[in-house]
């Protein structure tokens, strides 16, 4: 019950971030259109069973909810991580709980309309359980000199003392201390007369600096393994510039609150990489090959609004109490109303999202054998594939997601997922012992135009739970 509580109480604090920036919005129009048949037929099982089962686990928590509206603490989160006439500014704690030193705590401080409006600045760092840290800052400007150019700037240091990466086609792999940094910019344009389509170039420029913790022998790599320390950039200095181009369709309604339409990015990156260098190098072994390589990305994603068109998905502010009370009066013998056919007429079919996307990325090396580990596409929780804590790694990756979401409150949605991810040397040929699935629930703290946090379970079968606290999105 300490868990759950804790993780409420945060739910409800950064909740509170928007505070009265922004205006009620409108009441919703009354809504006498009926769904099309399809869409009834495709929300069925989700209305009718998945939802009402996961707010069912709403009811340990709806107590200390009670308790946190009574008592104000939500509006006295406004005063204590905003600022600014505008409420712009937010600076927030955040954590990270994983197994082992992977758990972190940190500080996030993101501006938008900071210089030039509209424009958005945000730094965040992370103190690790074992002393290791991390920082990065970012900044975007949009309509660039008053044209259609929107471009962004991003910095990011590593000290890093446990770092590791796992040998493709298999569950090795290597830990290493890594104190690299990078820095990237990006422009981008709309395409003239496609109101929809822009097209993105990018730079990075990274230097990677490893070396092999004391703790770890280097006699468990052999120089004549496929992934050893003198090959792939492993324990060893080296720059090396990804030129990235990409054409996106983007479509959606918003951007981290999306409802309707569709984003399809289509990317191309050629990686320049210099000579590895560094005591860990060897004269022959280690720059025997090109290190250059390529890789194509495809991301697409499609979300469906389960509702009228006359209807509204995001909560007004009389709405999100009204909503609160009915799961803070929740009781066990009150169960059955949530399948009441007034409740499933009147609220489950209204505001509801189906979420889907399907990613893949395919690495070509220009030398086979020569590509830097870095490379090396990978498949975790970030993928999304967030019932695994760990990492599966291979030359081609591809995985399809869905999610059911719901507003709980006026910043905060419920979501229930299922996704599945393959792993393998290319996309063409579907290793069925690679494949991988993991599915869960939990809920995602956001504004239309801002992401703030997300807190979910996911578990493999029933064999593996992760606990994700992250401040990034699952995809949007």
């Known amino acids: 019950m300490g868990k759950r509580t804790l993780i409420l109480i945060l739910v409800c604090v950064f909740a509170a971030f928007a505070g009265d920036s922004v205006p009620p919005a409108p009441e919703n129009p009354p809504a006498e259109e009926k769904l099309p048949l399809a869409l009834v037929i495709l929300a069925y099982p989700f209305t009718h069973v998945v939802q009402p089962v996961f707010e069912l686990l709403l009811f340990p928590v709806a107590k200390p909810l009670d308790y946190m509206i009574k008592t104000g603490a939500v509006g006295k989160g406004v005063e204590l991580f905003s600022f600014g006439k505008e409420k712009n500014i937010f600076i927030f704690p955040t954590m990270n709980l994983s197994p082992g030193s992977k758990n972190s705590l940190g500080i996030s401080y993101r501006h938008r309309n900071l210089f030039f409006a509209p424009d958005y600045l945000s730094m965040a760092t992370n103190q690790y359980a074992n002393g290791d840290w991390s920082f990065t800052a970012g900044y975007n400007k949009h309509q660039l000199f008053g044209s259609k150019i929107s471009t962004g700037i991003r910095f990011r240091y590593d000290a890093d003392r446990d770092a590791s990466f796992t040998v493709p086609d298999s569950s090795t792999a290597f830990s290493f201390c890594d104190s690299s940094f990078s820095t990237e910019i990006r422009f ?8 929809f389509l822009s097209f993105t170039a990018q730079a990075d420029f990274r230097w990677n600096r490893t070396d092999i913790p004391e703790s770890i022998s280097d006699s468990i790599f052999p120089a004549d393994a496929s992934f050893n320390r003198y090959s792939h950039g492993i324990y060893q200095d080296f720059l090396y510039v ?3 181009a990409s054409l996106t369709f ?3 309604d918003a951007p981290y609150m999306p409802t309707r339409g569709s984003r ?5 990156t050629y990686g320049k990489v210099g000579d590895y260098r560094g005591h860990n190098t060897d004269a022959v072994l280690s720059n025997r090959y090109s290190h250059d390589f390529q890789t194509i990305d495809l991301v697409a994603q499609h979300y469906i609004f389960l509702g009228t068109s006359g209807t509204r998905y995001n909560f007004t502010y009389e709405e999100g109490e009204k909503n609160r009370r009915y799961y803070t009066d929740f009781s066990w013998g009150e169960t059955v109303r949530m399948w009441k056919p007034e409740n499933i007429r009147n609220t489950l079919f209204q505001r ?9 990325r395919q690495l070509f090396e220009m030398e086979p054998g020569g590509a830097p580990y870095r490379a090396f596409p990978s498949i975790s929780s970030r993928f999304p594939l967030r019932g695994y804590n760990g990492s599966f790694t291979d030359y081609a990756i591809m995985g399809i997601s869905m999610e059911y979401r719901w507003p709980i409150d006026r910043l905060v949605d419920g979501v229930v997922f299922n996704e599945y991810a393959v792993y393998q040397r290319n ?3 579907f290793e069925t012992d690679h494949l991988r699935n993991s599915w869960g629930f939990g809920i995602r703290v956001r504004r239309p135009e801002m992401y703030f946090f997300r807190v979910q379970l996911g578990f493999h079968g029933f064999d593996g739970i992760n606990f994700v606290m992250t401040i990034a999105p699952e995809f949007q």
């Open 427 to 429: 996309l063409l040929r």
């Open 188 to 195: 981008s344009r709309q395409v003239p007369y496609f109101p």
């Open 264 to 268: 399809i990015i289509l990317n191309w």
């Open 250 to 252: 983007d479509n959606l």
């Open 242 to 244: 990804p030129i990235s």
């Open 352 to 360: 509801r999202v189906l979420a889907f996307q399907f990613r893949a």
